[in-house]
């Protein structure tokens, strides 16, 4: 009873206190052992009697001042423990309160539990507004998608249709036209190539919006045609490269390789000033690789991808959240001089 008691009040006892009463005791037991036993043995020589206690001093210093020392560190070990595994990103983790005696160590291991509650409860709310932001942004794309699909069935059935009829009019009037009227002749025909060149423009932009191909032949021909019917106008030789049986993916999974292969390539067209890029498609064990390169001008990645004070580009950064909706990864590694390189992986299934 009184011997629990006392080893209690000894382990609540603050470090300092700890260290002056031991090494108090060995000044004292050494004292009085040493005086006692040179009583005893006066007959022993001076030197050897000198050399004894001066051994058994120090060893029972040492044994003591180790025991007494790794009982007073044994909270500061406990507490070392706790933080290394946050470290570690274990954030469930709590310091032993209980198995802490000395009352500031105490203190202290309470206050860092009392941090880990309240970091622990900031993450969860982080990560249910990151779910939601997610979920949001998942809803976003789905409905900008079905958006551009009407867009594109509209311009397609209705204004692409109505200039195709304008043509095949205007074509039919100069046939019509009787002669010796040059100067009427000479604007159809200047109506009817603007008519082409709008019909033109208006194909490019339903392919834009939602490339039949890519519904009709699959992901490799719509990337291959967007990218060569993008670039090579625009002074950029391209290479692209399929593996072979890539084999159809789920309309979401492909849709989102060809969005991100499209501001890829409008960003070569845009910003990179390159002479060459080169496009690959492939398909590895369970995922869809796309590597999109060039040999242009480079940039600083951590700039560019830093929405917010009056940063509007947000090209990379909604390529980045399609390809993390779908579990997927994205690798930019580009410098300035030093060409870029895009690499985005997302699982086939
Ligand atoms: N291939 C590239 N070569 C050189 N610079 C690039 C390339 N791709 C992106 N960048 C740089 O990164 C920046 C951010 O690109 P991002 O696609 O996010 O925005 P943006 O193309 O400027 O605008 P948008 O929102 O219309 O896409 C660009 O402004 C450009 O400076
Ligand atoms: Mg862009």
Redesign the pocket.
């Known amino acids: 009873m009184w011997l629990s008691k006392s080893r209690r009040s000894w382990e609540r006892a603050p470090i300092l206190h700890k260290v002056l009463i031991g090494n108090g005791a060995v000044i004292i037991v050494g004292a009085i052992g040493g005086t006692y036993l040179t009583d005893m043995l006066v007959d022993v020589s001076g030197t050897a009697l000198a050399l004894f206690f001066a051994s058994v001093g120090i060893l029972l210093s040492l044994i003591i001042n180790y025991y007494i020392l790794r009982s007073a560190l044994r909270p500061m070990e406990l507490l070392q423990r706790t933080v290394e595994h946050i470290d570690r990103g274990d954030t469930a983790v709590r310091a032993p309160v209980e198995e802490i005696g000395d009352p500031d160590l105490k203190r202290f291991a309470q206050a860092l539990n009392t941090m880990l509650e309240r970091l622990t409860a900031h993450m969860r709310v982080i990560e249910r507004n990151r779910a939601q932001l997610r979920l949001l942004s998942g809803q976003v794309l789905s409905a900008q998608e079905d958006e551009r699909r009407r867009i594109a069935r509209e311009l397609h059935d209705d204004t692409s249709g109505a200039l195709a009829r304008v043509l095949l009019n205007i074509e039919m009037c100069e046939e019509l036209l009787p002669e010796g009227l040059g100067e009427i002749r000479e604007k159809m025909l200047a109506t009817g190539l603007l008519a082409e060149e709008t019909l033109e423009g208006v194909r490019k932009l339903i392919f834009d919006l939602r490339p039949t191909l890519l519904d009709d032949l699959g992901l490799a021909p719509a990337v291959r045609w967007y990218a060569k019917n993008t670039l090579e106008p625009a002074g950029v030789q391209v290479v692209f490269e399929a593996s072979p049986h890539l084999g159809r993916g789920s309309a979401t999974v492909e849709t989102a390789l060809f969005r991100i292969a499209q501001?890829?390539v409008?960003?070569?067209v845009?910003?990179?000033e390159?002479h060459h890029a080169r496009l690959a498609l492939s398909r590895e064990a369970s995922k869809w690789v796309l590597v999109v390169e060039?040999d242009?001008?480079?940039?600083d990645t951590q700039q560019?991808?830093h929405i917010g004070n009056g940063n509007?580009?947000?090209?990379?950064?909604g390529l980045r959240e399609r390809v993390e909706l779908l579990g997927g990864t994205l690798n930019i590694d580009?410098s300035p001089g030093k060409g870029?390189s895009l690499r985005v992986e997302i699982p086939a299934n």
């Open positions: 501001e890829a409008t960003n070569i845009r910003h990179s390159a060039d242009g001008c480079g940039f560019a991808e509007h580009h947000w090209g990379l950064f580009s870029t």
